[in-house]
């Protein structure tokens, strides 16, 4: 109880130094963030406050004014008097439901504005691309002189889209000014975007959201946390990447060559999909392509799935994690029923210390097995 109220006196602070007195929840329903520090603000020119994330799920609060009726959650966070509504999104199956690529040879005053996503082709082999936001744009006689963007960027000044790293020799979120667009890329996509999400998520809040993320070294990953993840949040609210998406499912298969599993899988196309006990495969890391965990429930105002799964560092946890792609979900096969499989999970969460965690005979795979189907498989 002592720790809790430190922790509840502590949310206070943060409320009445940065967002005023504290008369809404103390902690929102998502991920239950209530750390000072996995909090961001969205503001304005003019330094009003039109917006409010958590680090940790990315949900968002934002003024009614921003956000159709049909898509405002029904948490509400009150500061000053003002009421903040969570974004409740649409799971979608493809960004390209969303985006119209224009392709711009020679920049004009007329070609792009602040709040723009564009893109252009990396300088590598591989197939990619670079996302950024467009801050500003300085004219002289109606050409494009300069542009200011917003985008993971190396330090050392060229578009980071393929390194994976995190810390200050690597990647970050930057904002810098690029005299001539041209040295950059021969062509230049200005990324557009369906009128009804154009007309809910303006230009004020997609640079407020980028604005936010200025700075933020932390995390960044070629498959679930890039560049185009990035441009594509701040114009959406949704975190999806085609690129990231396309990498990651070349790892799940490569890595399903390697050996013949003892079950089947199915693909999962929205976290709307899934249900209470299913059993599903998600990619985590490059080195943890293939992770399996128990679904214990989906949370479709922040898009985050609450799930049970084994882990080298901490054993049994439970843990809300945003929808990833590709994500698959094992057929049943002699299963029990998705009440029980949460209520084994339960009693297995209650005693995860006494599990030991061995990446050969007990991995996360045999604790999903051992959940849902009660057996351990042979292999790995």
């Known amino acids: ?64 004014e921003l956000v159709l009726p049909e898509h405002r959650g029904e948490e509400v966070l009150v500061v000053n008097e ?77 578009s980071n889209s393929s390194s994976v790293s995190s810390g200050s020799g690597g990647a970050s979120i930057q904002r810098n000014t690029v005299d001539d667009m041209s040295q950059r890329a021969a062509v230049i996509y200005r990324c557009d975007y369906r009128e009804d999400m154009v007309r809910e998520d303006n230009r004020e809040l997609s640079l407020a959201r980028a604005n936010a993320w200025v700075g933020e070294w932390q995390g960044y990953n070629l498959t679930q946390n890039n560049c185009e993840h990035f441009a594509f949040f701040c114009k959406t ?27 089947e899988d199915t693909t999962v196309e929205s976290f709307t999909d899934l249900s209470p006990g299913d059993h599903v495969i998600m990619f985590m890391t490059v080195i943890h392509p293939r992770c399996h965990m128990i679904v214990k429930n989906t949370n479709h105002a922040s898009g985050l799935i609450t799930v049970v799964r084994f882990t080298y560092e901490n054993g049994i946890v439970e843990e809300s994690l945003p929808f990833r792609r590709p994500c698959k979900r094992v057929i049943p096969q002699g299963t029990y029923e998705p009440q029980v499989i949460l209520e084994r999970a339960n009693a297995a969460l209650e005693n ?20 849902s189907r009660g057996y351990i498989l042979a292999k790995p």
Request: glycine share 8%.
């Open 82 to 158: 003002t009421k903040f509504y969570v974004i409740n999104r649409p799971d979608t199956e493809s960004l390209s439901v969303f985006l119209i690529n224009v392709r711009i040879v020679n920049l004009s005053s007329s070609h792009l504005r602040a709040g723009d996503h564009i893109k252009h082709k990396m300088d590598v082999p591989a197939d990619l691309y670079h996302h950024a936001i467009v801050e500003d744009v300085r004219r002289v006689d109606g050409s494009c002189d300069s542009v200011t963007l917003i985008h993971w960027q190396g330090n050392g000044g060229r």
């Open 1 to 64: 109880m002592a720790a809790w109220t430190g922790i509840a006196g502590y949310w206070n602070r943060f409320q009445n130094l940065v967002l005023g007195p504290p008369t809404g929840p103390l902690r929102h329903a998502g991920c239950r963030n209530d750390q000072l520090e996995h909090f961001r603000k969205y503001t304005t020119i003019n330094h009003g406050l039109i917006g409010i994330s958590c680090r940790k799920c990315i949900m968002e609060w934002v003024l009614p």
């Open 352 to 371: 995860g210390s006494s599990w030991p965690y061995n990446i050969f005979t007990f991995n996360c795979k045999h604790f999903a097995f051992l959940m």
């Open 237 to 263: 609210g949704l975190w999806q990447s085609g690129q990231g998406e396309f990498w990651a499912n070349m790892i799940l298969r490569i890595t399903r060559l390697l050996y013949v599993d003892e079950y």
